[in-house]
């Protein structure tokens, strides 16, 4: 089976499905932003603060380029503005399918309510934050897609289910 890329918004919940499919499958997971941490024995929004945002996303292209490198097989949640840097595009794309989990921003809203690991979601008011980010991301995360799945209602069961159809399908596809 192709490496499962999850992308979307903060909160869309790729970080639990990817559990969640990294067990069912029994196959390994990394989560960008928790690679990174423990990388660098350090906390995104400490790295945020000391380093600065920039800084942050080489370290994000980095760990794409380091699991190209090792070959790497297995799921891989990254982190939601991972996306937005156009050279981590085709890398995501060398990695495996990329399946975007797209939530609304009513549901991101509850999620992210009360959040504090967020740098970019501190301060101010969320539902803004949330809004405008969104309409910033959400072409890119489309356009960027092998596979959309609105996650909103959904049981993880299902949101798997409709993974694995995609990803079978685009096994039988000649590009
Ligand atoms: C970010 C998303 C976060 C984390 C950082 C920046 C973003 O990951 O990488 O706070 O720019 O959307 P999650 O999408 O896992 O929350």
Same mark, same amino acid.
């Given at each position: 089976m192709r490496n499962i890329?999850?992308?979307?918004?903060?909160?869309?919940? #790729?970080?639990?499905?990817g559990k969640y499919i990294s067990r069912t499958l029994k196959c390994s997971l990394v989560d960008s932003d928790s690679y990174i941490e423990s990388k660098y024995s350090q906390t995104i929004s400490?790295?945020?603060?000391?380093?600065?945002?920039?800084?942050? *996303?080489?370290l994000e292209t980095d760990t794409i380029l380091e699991l190209l490198s090792n070959n790497y097989h297995g799921i891989v949640a990254v982190g939601g503005g991972l996306p937005m840097k /156009?050279?981590?595009?085709?890398l995501l794309h060398q990695?495996?399918?990329?399946?975007?989990l797209r939530a609304t921003v009513d549901s991101l809203e509850k999620r992210l309510?009360?959040?504090? #690991? *967020?740098?970019?979601?501190?301060?101010?008011?969320? *539902? /803004?934050? %949330?809004?405008s980010l969104f309409e910033k991301?959400?072409?890119?995360?489309? /356009?960027?897609?092998?596979l959309i799945v609105d996650t909103d209602d959904k049981?993880? #069961?299902? %949101?798997?289910?409709? %993974?694995?159809?995609?990803?079978k399908e685009s096994e039988n596809t000649c590009y």
């Open positions: 890329i999850l992308i979307g918004f903060m909160g869309s919940g #790729k970080s639990s499905i400490s790295i945020f603060s000391q380093k600065g945002e920039e800084y942050f *996303r080489q /156009e050279e981590n595009r085709d990695l495996g399918y990329v399946v975007y309510t009360g959040d504090t #690991k *967020r740098p970019l979601l501190q301060g101010g008011n969320l *539902r /803004e934050k %949330i809004e991301r959400e072409s890119t995360y489309v /356009e960027i897609s092998d049981s993880f #069961k299902k %949101i798997f289910e409709e %993974i694995q159809e995609g990803v």
